[in-house]
């Protein structure tokens, strides 16, 4: 009897096995998920780390990032020092070899792509830089393409049989995103510009020529003066464009400045929604080509 | 073959003529123009490109020369900057990027200098800050044995009204080989002298969720044991580790394994063999006071034995919850407890020999507001600390007392609350107690009050990098079996940190 029970039990565990996904991956943000979801599909069991409604870069260590990096076979990241206080750390908490840079299990999207303002200077009176690049690549396109085909390559490797769709799932993102572009080109080809809190979108800006007319603080990371945010408001009097800030950024400053200006002041996350997928991140950046495009 | 080629040449060599007369002189003046044109386009071409090709070069080797610094957002491009050369970011195709992109150099450990100061007063003429720490216990071994070396002259806690440099600490860590990372941490005192805090080594690839770590390090005993004074959330620490512990809490030589199995909620186990010289809880005396006083010789280490767990249920993106339950066992505590008839000048002096026991039970909860520069954060974490002695008597100048066992009880708790009220700013308030329970028992029943104190701050963090602080406490701290000290003590403590980023733990 105990002996059928063990087997019967065996048995179950063995199924449950065959059926659970092949992989289990972490991403650090929702775009990042997003692109897990895609490229990885039913092949991957998925924790996010961090919401869209959180500051990537402030973010704190929490036990359950932990336990979930303790049995993750792949951690995908924004990478470039964005999560620098709380990833590292709380990989090192994890007590999981696999998933430490370096090895196969570590996958940084921002190591696959061309980084902008990179090479400035070590100087933090300059604010909280990082000389490696703006580490912001998620709201590029293109360069979510590039990411994509990167990520299939590297589930390729932790999951052989599941390769080809991989590889598959990553060049339909590839033609979702291709399809799009056009539009996007088109509905911004005449954007007046934007005025971000943080450079933060710049490779959304870059990748359609949209200009950027300034920051809101002066230097990253720090708040801004109000003597600087008349002079920011002296300069662009008279011209045209949005204010665009994220949720864990006061209104404060944008929602004035706005007000001094005449402009739309809108709030908006970098990232897209917790549960999102390659749809959901494509319909993520419509709301952004919405936010950023003349208004008729 | 080349017969061939000698006919074509010839063939070119005749038509080409023919072509050339076929034009009339304007058209040759357009070529020829065209021509120019073509020339100086590719020069500047090539001149850009060489510009661009210097421009990358010297970007390499920018942050020394750091030529041009952006001055600030309005002199930037007014259009977000095409594509950057990619310098240190070129994906490389070999390994297709494992690794982290990072501006830490090369093989240099990552480095941070963090300096903490402050200005100190309190209303008895700057004794409070030592008092603190010296709150009445049956058992206080206090820095008797350790009178004159380093451990009494670093003291976090020996403060002056006026200004006060507390430390400097200098922080190296990096990643030894596949195998191992290490770290190690490194006070300065105001008068110039260097501390040890911490060098520890770490293993990474052991399986299984199996870490081992091994030198001097913090104990992971608790919550707030393995944090430095510049991660406290107050200036000073609270009541209960202060006097059961020391100013620098479990703090030892030794190994620690700790085990993270893979079960649906964050759960950590932990034992920990440590060297046991601790300046309060498992202290040894000098080998002439060991002679003198009949307590033997110090055991061979390890003599402090350490085991913990803690679990953390997964409550979404805004909340965490931590609880841990802790114990510690030091074998060997001698301590030697004087006293004076009345009416005699002679001191008597008790040797105690025996061992060292600590309860703790811990819980912190936070959580995790989403706004600007934490506001509306909010935290709280709690403590408590229950340390019994077991020793007996091992010499007395009264001799019935000898072979006598007496059990000393030392309990306490804090508990502590910081809400991020404004965008960098983060107040807060604490009340600490020590001696709830504060007793002998055995073949001596006595029993003594408690000392408590409030404290509220007010935390300024201009960036990630800086931190200014105030702080005011009102303390009634038991000094002796009959005595009580009332005391308001007031600080104000800047914090800076240079050079890598720190790490936001939890």
């Given at each position: 009897m105990l002996k059928r029970l063990l087997l019967t039990f065996i048995g179950l565990v063995c199924l449950g096995n065959a059926w659970a996904a092949p992989l289990e991956v972490v991403a650090t943000s929702s775009s990042m998920g997003a692109l897990v979801r895609a490229v990885a599909g039913e092949r991957a069991t998925l924790s996010v780390l961090?919401?869209?409604?959180?500051d990537l870069h402030q973010l704190q260590v929490k036990p359950s990032m932990i336990r979930a990096l303790r049995t993750a076979d792949l951690v995908v990241a924004i990478g470039a020092e964005l999560e620098i206080g709380w990833l590292p750390p709380a990989i090192a908490s994890?007590?999981?070899?696999?998933?430490?840079?370096?090895?196969?299990g570590y996958f940084e999207a921002a190591a696959q792509v061309p980084l902008l303002?990179?090479?400035?200077?070590?100087?933090?009176a300059l604010g909280d830089?990082?000389?490696?690049?703006?580490?912001?690549?998620?709201?590029?396109p293109v360069r979510m393409v590039t990411i994509a085909r990167a990520l299939a390559e590297r589930l390729a490797r932790l999951d052989a049989s599941g390769a080809e769709s991989y590889r598959r799932a990553a060049e339909t993102f590839a033609s979702a995103v291709e399809q799009r572009l056009p539009q996007w080109q088109a509905r911004l080809k005449n954007a007046p510009g934007v005025v971000l809190y943080?450079?933060?979108?710049i490779y959304l800006l870059d990748r359609f020529g949209?200009?950027?007319?300034?920051?809101?603080?002066?230097?990253?990371g720090v708040p801004p003066s109000g003597r600087y945010l008349s002079e920011l408001a002296a300069k662009l009097k008279g011209t045209a464009g949005v204010i665009i800030f994220a949720?864990?950024?006061?209104s404060k400053a944008p929602t004035k400045l706005a007000r001094d200006l005449g402009w739309r002041a809108e709030r908006l996350s970098l990232e897209p929604p917790l549960k999102a997928d390659g749809n959901g991140y494509l319909a993520h950046l419509d709301l952004w080509v919405d936010a950023i495009a003349p208004r008729p | 073959m080349q017969k061939t080629a000698l006919a074509a040449a010839m063939t070119a060599a005749f038509l080409a003529p023919a072509t050339s007369v076929a034009a009339t002189d304007p058209e040759i003046a357009e070529l020829k123009a065209m021509l120019r044109t073509m020339k100086q386009d590719y020069e500047q071409r090539i001149q850009a490109l060489e510009r661009r090709l210097a421009k990358a070069e010297r970007a390499t080797s920018?942050?020394?020369?750091?030529?041009?610094?952006?001055?600030d957002a309005a002199s930037?491009?007014?259009?977000?900057?095409?594509?950057?050369?990619?310098?240190?970011?070129?994906?490389s195709p070999t390994t297709g990027g494992f690794g982290a992109l990072t501006s830490?150099?090369?093989?240099?450990p990552q480095i941070s200098v963090i300096l903490d100061g402050n200005y100190y007063h309190d209303g008895i003429d700057g004794a409070g800050a030592a008092l603190v720490g010296q709150?009445?216990?049956?058992?206080g071994g206090h820095a008797h044995a350790h009178e004159g070396e380093m451990d009494a002259e670093h003291?976090?806690?020996?403060?002056?009204?006026g200004f006060n440099f507390s430390e400097a600490e200098i922080a190296f860590s990096a990643?030894?080989?596949?195998y191992f990372d290490a770290a190690a941490y490194l006070a300065v005192t105001n008068a110039g002298d260097v501390y040890l805090e911490e060098a520890w080594m770490q293993t990474r690839?052991?399986?299984?969720g199996l870490r081992v770590k091994a030198g001097k390090f913090l104990s992971d005993?608790?919550?707030?044991?393995?944090?430095?004074?510049?991660?406290?959330?107050?200036?000073d620490q609270n009541l209960p580790y202060l006097n059961l512990?020391?100013?620098?809490?479990?703090?030892?030589t030794g190994i620690q394994l700790t085990w993270l199995p893979a079960l649906p909620v964050y759960t950590l186990f932990g034992v920990e063999a440590l060297q046991g010289d601790q300046e309060l809880f498992g202290t040894t005396l000098d080998e002439v006071e060991q002679i003198e006083l009949d307590l033997g010789d110090t055991y061979d280490g390890p003599r402090l034995w350490t085991a913990f767990a803690k679990v953390a249920p997964?409550?979404?993106?805004?909340h965490a919850l931590q609880v841990g339950v802790s114990y510690a066992h030091n074998n060997q505590h001698q301590e030697v407890q004087t006293h004076a008839h009345e009416g005699e000048d002679e001191v008597h002096e008790n040797g105690f020999a025996g061992d060292a026991s600590l309860w703790g039970v811990d819980l912190v909860y936070r959580y995790y507001g989403?706004?600007?520069?934490?506001?509306g954060d909010f935290k709280f974490q709690t403590e408590y600390l229950r340390s019994i002695k077991d020793l007996d008597?091992?010499?007395?100048?009264?001799?019935?007392?000898?072979?006598s066992n007496q059990t000393f009880t030392t309990d306490g708790l804090y508990a502590q609350a910081i809400y991020?009220?404004?965008?960098?700013w983060a107040l807060g308030l604490r009340y600490d107690v020590l001696g709830l329970t504060n007793e002998v028992s055995g073949d001596r029943d006595e029993s003594y009050g408690s000392s408590d104190r409030w404290t509220v701050d007010l935390t300024w963090?201009?960036?990630?990098?800086s931190q200014l602080r105030a702080q005011y406490a009102r303390n009634d701290i038991?000094?002796?079996?009959?005595e009580r000290e009332h005391f308001d003590a007031f600080y104000l403590q800047f914090i800076v940190s240079l050079g890598s980023h720190g790490a936001h733990s939890f």
């Open positions: 961090a919401g869209p409604d959180r994890a007590a999981n070899p696999a998933i430490q840079p370096g090895r196969e303002d990179a090479g400035g200077a070590a100087d933090r830089v990082h000389p490696i690049g703006n580490p912001h690549v998620d709201l590029d943080h450079r933060d979108a949209v200009p950027l007319l300034g920051t809101i603080e002066a230097v990253p949720p864990y950024q006061a | 920018a942050a020394q020369e750091s030529a041009q610094p952006m001055n930037k491009p007014m259009t977000a900057p095409s594509v950057s050369p990619p310098v240190a970011s070129t994906p830490g150099s090369a093989f240099n709150a009445f216990q049956p058992s003291s976090h806690g020996a403060m002056q009204n990643t030894v080989d596949p690839n052991l399986p299984q005993f608790g919550y707030i044991n393995r944090q430095h004074p510049h991660q406290w959330d107050f200036v512990l020391g100013d620098h809490g479990l703090q030892d997964d409550l979404g993106q805004n989403a706004g600007p520069q934490g506001q008597v091992r010499s007395s100048p009264h001799g019935e007392l000898i072979g991020g009220v404004a965008p960098k963090s201009l960036s990630e990098f038991l000094v002796a079996e009959n």
